[in-house]
Structure formats: structure tokens, C-alpha cells
């Protein structure tokens, strides 16, 4: 067997800062220099960041993508990192451009490059172009048809692009006919709640099915509503798990694995990929021959986090990273003293620190005294920013010009609260943070330029109940050493604002039940209508009782049409009412009939 | 020559709406029956609306779709019109689902039928997917693989679906190879500015090379920001046209065509589409025997409008059909004295008329006094509904709270009238319409919450110097017999608010030209920019000033991050700030560096 120490290069870009990635790139390889790795890998679309969408279409973005690689090639040469073979994916297209009706203009490619001695070594593509839930590939890029197979000290290492992995027949196909040692996956995988069982287990089907150890490299880091957990892993040719890195964390994976040698004679040319296309092999040499026997380090595995603390690190991460890579150093948000906007804010001071939150107490006449002293505690206990603006006199100049009832009248005291939000933002620079849940945003119960205004909701993908769970989790943390939480002495979430009863105090004495179904039967009926898509007849098969499935996919019917200007937050669902659930806002085939204005 | 009268039925569905849409059928095929027609034929997902986007992953929605044909089919024989042989779009899906990775679930087809007496005689699917600009159809469906011939009266007609037409290659093609005598083309083609010349020379060119003539026929109507404007047109096998419906108006329009019979023998089974697939051509006989001559009806050509006139139409249509689609029955905007409110006032008047307009006069302590009257005048000319309320108390009640300066201060006052709307919309359920055009949405002179609240931007996709056309362009109508506009008896727009300086009177003497660069050479830079995806050096090398380059990519790349809350409106040029422009909002590139916090 032959030797090979890799580095899989866990790192968190911005889309779009191409120096700022680039820097990136030289520092973890200089790291994984300093490691004594042979080869390091950064992820999918590294040097761009991740995903570009219709930046893509744009030649002058393409042309300075295709800059910044040949650049950074050059830089880890004058730096002195020319001799460690780096793989990273960018931007690129095809030399000759297929123009054709149908096609994405320029046809730009999802590409990978191997960098070495300060050129470009090898160049490839990613072949299966996904073009579903969240990704629309096909939009955007062309698909690649060549496989690297690089040989390094004497191993042959083939890579690959994310969705290569996901899909049957193409380049895995022809990794095991190439007889490579190694197959390297670069990716961009998005994270969902308990998608990290299915990675691996995609993995080690793959490693089977290509004969050879297979190592994956994972982007991590938030991108709007888009959070990538990272969660590298190492696999070997009979699927077992050698190594794996955290998640939510930025971090330099390396292990020394043993590797069949490559034969003398490489495999070439073009091989049929067993999905009706054709792939070439493309075989470069960096290092025929293979290393002297070292000491290998042990391996290192993350141990797995468990439900709640992962929807919880992907819940900071998304928020922490929005808020930064838009260029906001502080949010503000309104505090009611309710359950949604206390866990809000306890994600937002574990993102970026609780001396950059800054909360606001707007007290209204149907606020209760309660509301007013448990958001108080929750300050003192997190050691936020506070500011009591009462909206009384604000209400009373409304309602001295007009005469408003019911909804109206409620609707009114949320957008007053919201236009102090903004206008506190605007005059500070603060991003406001919102704190809708799915359940509310599911099914209506939310004011459109009222408490759904701002620029983020980190709590928009959790139901109600998960609100629940979550603040009791993070309530359960104090002392806790994940890297995620900030390090509260007491427990952050007071206890009356958890065990209180859901209200919006927009009315006397008013309760989320006098509208809402209770949450324990809504929130299992809205994951099956939501993000099943199960229908009308499926739902009542499902058990569901049908007077409520009428009800339910009403209120969430008609609340789609509010729901299209609501801001980004984390996706932890494959479906949260965000860019991956279009539908036409204009509508009539409700699962319910007849249609209603909304 | 063999003679056949057909008719296309330019009708106008709602997306959903399965049982007012089979309406429509029946009652369209009735009118075409009572005019003698030999076949009728309708546009492309006509029984399900276009676009259904996501719907069409719904298992229910197609389940309905497809009970929705074979039940129109039934009562289409039942009420005596079953002899008609109609072709119609619709939603099905293959058989036998593909179920693989990266495939749209359940194999979704963008199908047509031909309905004869009570039965579905045959049915086939779109073979080109589009999946660029604003068609995302790799997503929700799986390609055709057959193309429908079928002998009516000795005639050969074979049916494709819309962007069949546009690709090379493909069911076209194969026409050609089937010998057909007329080749029917089911369409769903969205307007933009100047696309009917387009589509015009692509039918003539699709023409010759089937070697027959060609029925387009086209949707009308609006829905969410796109609007379809019919334009269904016959061209003989040399290209020529034969005859032309309106644009904007549901039409049956008829035909009288000449058409080479059938030969006796037809080619059958699979052919070579040289795109690189293969297509079996499915042959039916509905009658084998040609007509007996008779006397043909003379052709109509509506004749094409001007440019002013057909965005216009465009803009009248998708308002209305926002409003009724989405069952609203009126409207409500604030009319501020200056031209883009008049501009929407008028459209929205004559889209469903000044009866149920409600304009609010919202003056603060900033409106000049013309600002009051001109707007007063325009509702007079027009018939609208008006209300005054001052919002000074409003502004100083939030100012004993809050000290806000500078667009702080100004935002304030834009997100009070906001609230106003809000409150009132929500009172008395009308929709409220929004003033933005696209010079101020591009650039970032709009407040979020504010001007930019409401559910619908008339006016968004019209740069401030098309404002100002088409509102002298309106004004000039008085007398016209333009179905789309109202008979207003005199210039619908006071030429005081044409002739003023624009501004947002949000603080004393405020003038647009104080902040953004003259519209005269912002507007075409703004059109390079973002219609074009011209880069910073195309943009100088096509003459634009570089500073102001600079400036105006500055505004536009910091406004994309508020942008992305705005309401719909009519799309007439290819990027609007729509759904068609996805970019990243977290993103730090930007043709101009660095990055600062939007």
C-alpha cells in the first residue's frame, strides 16, 4: 500500500469576495503545509463561494473567477506552496461557448481545478448539474464530461463534484473503471435536519461502488437561507468511517491513509458512464512514486451532535454569517416578552454576542405587566442592549384620523412597532432581526410590514413546538463547551417566558388558541401539508382530523399570498416557505374550494 | 387543396382554477362550432393556467388536472359538441414515473390533448423544456417523446407546444418527416416590448422549414408579474401571414386555409429529431375524407399596435387581472401630486375602473400646496374615490419618542403613509397598489415598508422615462377606441404634475435631482446595467460616463438587498427586479469593490 497524508480544507467563503476567498485558499493550505500533508482539498465552488444563482450569467464574473484561480496558482508559488498538490472548485466555462436556444449564456461550468507549481495542472467539471429543491443548475451551468485522475506519490486520485455523488452512472461509474486509489468529492451540501446520516451513508455506498477510499470536503458557513454544516468525511473502499470533522465549524480534517498504488499504466481516453453519456479520463502525474513508510497520526472523528444541538449550531451559524457577510456588525429586534422573540434573541447573542443585540420594549395599553418584566430578566440575564418605547401616543395620533376594528386595528400597533424598528435601524445601521416561527408564518398569523418586517428570521423554519424544544435545549447548555453557544452563567431563557401561554397582545386578553388550532395537533398536520405535500385525501388517511386538515390548508393557503415578501432565515427543512416552494401567488386550485380573497 | 376552417380560442384561464377554466373550454368550443369551425384549438396548459410552477409536484394538482380532461371531454360530447375535434393544453404525467435523483417527482408533463367525441383521442407532451429568463421547466417537468399527427377532414395535423417551436431540432423537425398539411402550435408565450416581431419571424421561419402552415395560438392574461399577450397568428407553408388576433383581449380567431391532403399512407413510428433524440410520430384519423369545397370567409390581421400603446395594454391587463384573479374588487393607492402615483391611478382606472379606485391624499408638513391640488384634479377628471388625511399628528407623536435624522427621519414618514394604507386595505380589503418605477427600484430611491409597500408595482418595470411617455401617451387617447382604456372625457392627467420636478418631499426642498443623476442619462445606463448584464468596462466602452458608472453600479448592486421584498408587477422587458434576476443577497461581489453595508 502507498501513503498519503490529506487535508480536506473545511472552510467558510462568501459568495462573491473573490480576494477575500483567495486568501482564504492560501491560509488553510499553508496550514495544511505546515500539517505535512500531501494534498489538501477545499470545496465546491470555493473560490466564488456558494451558490452563485445568476451571477453565473454574467461574463464579466466568470472572466474574474478564471483571474482569481490562475492568481491564487501563482500566489501559494511566491509563497512557497507550490509543491502541495491543491484541488478547489471555482467558476468557469467552456472555452467554446455552446450558444444555443435553452442553454445558459456563455455555458459556465461548476468546476474544479488541480493547482500545483503555480499553474493550473488539470481542470474538470461537475457532470450531474442537480436541479431540484433549492438548486437550479441547470439554469446556470453547462455539464462537464472529463474525470482527473492525478497521480500523487504514486496514487491515483480521482475527483468529483457534490451532485457526482448523489446520482447513478457518470463519473463514480468511471472512477472504478479508471482503478483509481482514492476518489475526492468536493462539495457544497446544504444542511437539513438530519441530512448528515444520509451523507455518510451516501459515501460509503459510493467508496463500494468505486472501489477506493473516498474522501468528501464540505463547505460550511451560511449564504442567505442556505447553511452549510460542513461535516467532512472520510470513508474507506469498503464504506467504513476513518475520519470525520465537526459541523458548524470551520476546520482542517487530516488523516494519513493507506492506498493501493496506482498500476504503471493509467487507464485514458473515453469510457461509457453507464448514464447515456460518455466521460474522458484525463490522467496527469504529479508524484510517481510512492512515499516512504511514516509514523500515520490517529485518526480524528467529531463525535455526532444530537437533534436540537444541530438545528440549534445551524440556527447561529445561518444567523451569524448573514449578519457579517452582509456588513452588519449589530441587529435589533422587538421583545415581547413571548417565547419566539426571548429564543431570537438568544441566537442572535450567541451569533455575534450579546453586547451586539439590541432589544426593544415596546409596550402597548394590551401589554401585560408580565410581558414587561420577563423580557427585562431575559436582558439582564444575556447582558443585552435595551430601549422601553412606549406605542401608546403613537396609536392614539392613528386612531385620532382613523376608525379601525378588528384585524385593522391590531395590524396597526404591529406596523407601528415595526416602523420603530426600522427607523431605529436606518438611524443606527442595525440589521432587524424578526421572529416569526413556521407555524405562525404556515398559517397567516403574522402582520405583513408588522412583526415580518426586517432583514432576517432566524426562527422562520421552526414550528412552534421546535421553539419550545429548542429553549429548553439551550436553557440545558449553561456550562456546555459547544463551540456555537456563548458561555451564559444562568440559564438565558426565564423560565415564565417558556412555560407562559402563545399571545400577541394585540387585543384584550387575546390567545393564540382563540385562533389557532393548539400547536400539538397543528404542527404535525403542517410538516404533512408543508413539506410533504401531501393533499386533502392524504392527510385524513394520514389521521389527521379532517374538519382540521380544512381548516389548516385554508389558513395556509390564503397566508401564501402575504407570505412571498417575507425576509430569509435558515432552512433546517427541506421546505420553509423560502425560494424552494414556488407556487404562483395568483391561484385558484386551493386543496380547499372555493377561493377567497386573502 | 383540401379546406379546413380552424379556430383559436386566445383565452385568458387563471392559474388552478380547473373548473372555471373547463368552463371556458366548453363555452369558447361553442363559439368555434357556431362559426362552423372544423377544429379548434387551445393554448398550451390552458385547463391548468400557466405558469403552475411547483403545483405541477403536487400529485393531488395533477390527479385533479387530469380528471378535469376526461371530465371536459365527457361534457363536451354531452352538451352536443362532441364532433368538434378540440386540442388543449394541460397537466399530466408519464405513466410510468421516472423516479431517479435530480427528476422532478411523479414525471410531471406540460401536456396537450385532442378531445373527440367525448373520448381523449391522444395526448402528448412538450418536448423542448425551456429553462432560462423566467422558465424554470427542468424543475417541474420531463420531455415529450412523440408527436401527434391526426387526419381531420383529409388533413394531417400535427400539434407541438410552444417552445418546440423555439429550439432547433425536435418535434418540428419531425413534421417535416410526417408530410403533416398543418402544423398547430399550443402556446403560453409571455409578452415583453417588441416579442410579437419576434415570434412573428419565428413562426414564418418554422413554417418553411415543416413545409406547411402554422397556427400559433397564445394565451391572454395576466398572472403575477407575467402577462401573456395573445398576438395568435396563421402563417402559410411560405411564411406569409394569413391572419393576426388583437393583443390583450380574449379573440376566436378564424380561418379559412387551403391545405394539401393528406397522402393515404402515413409515416408512423420513430424518427430521428436531430437533437440528438428520437420522436415516434403517433398518427390518428378523426375523418379521412376531405371537405366539399366551399366559400372561404375573408382573413382578419388585427393591425399590430405602437410601442407606447402595447406596453401600455400590457401594464392595463396584468393590473386587472391581479386584482380580479386574486379576488379583490378595488384598490387603494396614495396619490402624492407627483407623476408615477398618477401614472398608477390612471392604469389602475382603466383596468377596472375609477369607481373602484380609492386614492389617499397623505399630506405632511413637506407637501407643497400644488402637490394637494394636482392630485386633487386628477381625481376629479378621473371619477375616483379620494380621501384626506394629514399625517403630521402621526409623525410628531413618533418623534416624542424617537429621534430619527436624516433618511431615518424621511423613511418615517414614507412606512406612516404605509400604515395608513395597510390599515385602511385591511378594513375595507381593497389592494394596495404601489408607485416605484424601475429608475428608483434599480437605484435604491424607495423606502422598504414604505412607498414599496403594498401587493402590486404597476409601473415597476418602467424606467421614469417610459413614465413620462406613456403618460402624455395616455393623455393623447382621449376619443381612442383602445379596448383597454376607459373613456375618460378629458386628459385623465393634470399636464402640471407631468411638467413638475420630480420629487419625494420628504424633507424641505427635496428634489430626485439632489440624489440620483439625471433620468435622461440614468435611464439607459440603468438599462445596460440591468437589462443587458453589461459589466463596468462593457458599460464605459459603450459611452456611459465613468463616474457615473461607478455611482449608478454602486446604487443598484446596495439597492438588490431591499429589493428583494418588493411586490410584483407587469414585466415588459426581460429583467424587471423579478423573479428572472436571481442573484444572491449575501454576495460581496460587485462590479464595483468593496463592499459596504446596504
Known amino acids: 500500500m502507498a501513503q498519503l497524508r490529506i487535508a480536506l480544507a473545511q472552510v467558510n467563503p462568501t459568495v462573491g469576495d473573490l480576494e477575500g476567498n483567495a486568501d482564504l485558499l492560501v491560509e488553510w493550505t499553508r496550514r495544511a503545509a505546515e500539517a505535512g500533508a500531501h494534498l489538501v482539498a477545499f470545496p465546491e465552488m470555493m473560490l466564488t463561494g456558494y451558490p452563485v444563482e445568476d451571477l453565473a450569467l454574467r461574463s464579466s464574473f466568470v472572466e474574474a473567477s478564471q483571474r482569481a484561480l490562475a492568481g491564487v496558482a501563482r500566489r501559494l508559488a511566491e509563497e512557497g506552496l507550490g509543491d502541495l498538490p491543491v484541488v478547489t472548485g471555482y467558476l468557469d466555462r467552456r472555452p467554446v461557448s455552446l450558444a444555443r436556444q435553452g442553454l445558459p449564456a456563455g455555458s459556465p461550468l461548476d468546476a474544479a481545478a488541480w493547482l500545483h507549481r503555480g499553474e493550473i495542472l488539470v481542470r474538470s467539471a461537475k457532470h450531474h448539474l442537480p436541479n431540484y429543491g433549492v438548486f437550479d443548475e441547470y439554469r446556470i451551468f453547462v455539464r462537464g464530461d472529463t474525470l482527473p485522475v492525478v497521480r500523487v506519490h504514486g496514487v491515483d486520485v480521482a475527483t468529483v463534484i457534490c451532485e457526482d455523488l448523489w446520482q447513478d452512472g457518470g463519473p463514480v461509474s468511471v472512477t472504478s473503471t479508471a482503478d483509481a486509489g482514492l476518489l475526492l468529492a468536493i462539495n457544497a451540501s446544504p444542511y437539513e435536519r438530519n441530512k448528515d446520516d444520509v451523507r455518510l451513508r451516501l459515501c460509503a455506498d459510493r467508496a463500494r461502488e468505486a472501489g477506493c477510499a473516498l474522501a468528501y470536503v464540505n463547505l460550511v458557513g451560511g449564504q442567505d437561507e442556505l447553511v452549510f454544516d460542513g461535516d467532512s468525511v472520510i470513508v474507506g473502499a469498503d464504506g467504513a468511517l476513518l475520519a470525520r470533522a465537526p459541523q458548524f465549524v470551520e476546520h482542517l480534517l487530516l488523516a494519513d491513509l493507506d492506498l493501493p498504488p496506482a498500476s504503471l499504466e493509467p487507464v485514458t481516453g473515453p469510457v461509457n458512464a453507464l448514464d447515456g453519456t460518455t466521460i474522458s479520463i484525463d490522467h496527469r502525474v504529479v508524484t510517481e512514486e510512492t512515499l516512504p513508510a511514516y509514523e500515520p497520526r490517529p485518526h480524528y472523528a467529531a463525535p455526532p451532535l444530537d437533534d436540537p444541538a444541530e438545528v440549534y449550531g445551524a440556527l447561529v451559524l445561518g444567523t451569524r454569517d448573514y449578519v457579517r457577510k452582509n456588513g452588519f456588525r449589530s441587529v435589533l429586534l422587538g421583545l415581547s416578552g413571548g417565547i419566539d422573540s426571548a429564543l431570537v434573541a438568544t441566537i442572535a447573542a450567541d451569533a455575534i454576542g450579546p453586547e451586539d443585540v439590541h432589544v426593544l420594549l415596546l409596550p402597548s395599553r394590551y401589554s401585560t405587566e408580565g410581558s414587561i418584566t420577563d423580557a427585562e430578566e431575559l436582558v439582564k440575564r444575556q447582558g443585552l442592549n435595551s430601549r422601553i418605547v412606549p406605542i401608546r401616543g403613537m396609536v392614539d395620533a392613528f386612531e385620532a384620523e382613523l376608525d379601525l376594528h378588528g384585524l385593522a386595528a391590531e395590524n396597526l400597533q404591529a406596523r407601528i412597532r415595526a416602523n420603530i424598528w426600522m427607523g431605529l435601524s436606518n438611524e443606527f445601521g442595525h440589521l432587524v432581526l424578526t421572529g416569526g416561527n ?71 386578553d387575546q390567545r393564540d388558541r382563540d385562533t389557532l388550532p393548539s400547536y400539538d395537533v397543528l404542527d404535525p398536520l403542517l410538516v404533512d401539508y408543508v413539506e410533504r405535500d401531501m393533499g386533502r385525501a392524504a392527510l385524513v388517511a394520514a389521521g389527521h382530523d379532517p374538519a382540521l386538515v380544512e381548516r389548516v390548508i385554508r389558513l395556509v393557503d390564503l397566508a401564501e399570498y402575504k407570505r412571498r415578501q417575507y425576509p430569509p432565515g435558515p432552512k433546517i427543512t427541506p421546505k420553509n416557505f423560502g425560494r424552494d416552494r414556488r407556487l404562483p401567488i395568483t391561484n385558484r386550485w386551493r386543496e380547499r374550494t372555493p377561493h377567497e380573497p386573502a
Open 438 to 508: 413556521k407555524s405562525e408564518l404556515a398559517t397567516g398569523y403574522s402582520t405583513l410590514y408588522g412583526d415580518s418586517a426586517g432583514g432576517f428570521g432566524p426562527i422562520k423554519d421552526l414550528t412552534k413546538t421546535m421553539v419550545w424544544t429548542l429553549s429548553r435545549w439551550r436553557n440545558a447548555q449553561v456550562g456546555s463547551d459547544l463551540p456555537f453557544l456563548h458561555p451564559f452563567e444562568e440559564e438565558p431563557i426565564p423560565e415564565e417566558i417558556i412555560v407562559k401561554e402563545p399571545s400577541a397582545e394585540l387585543r384584550p
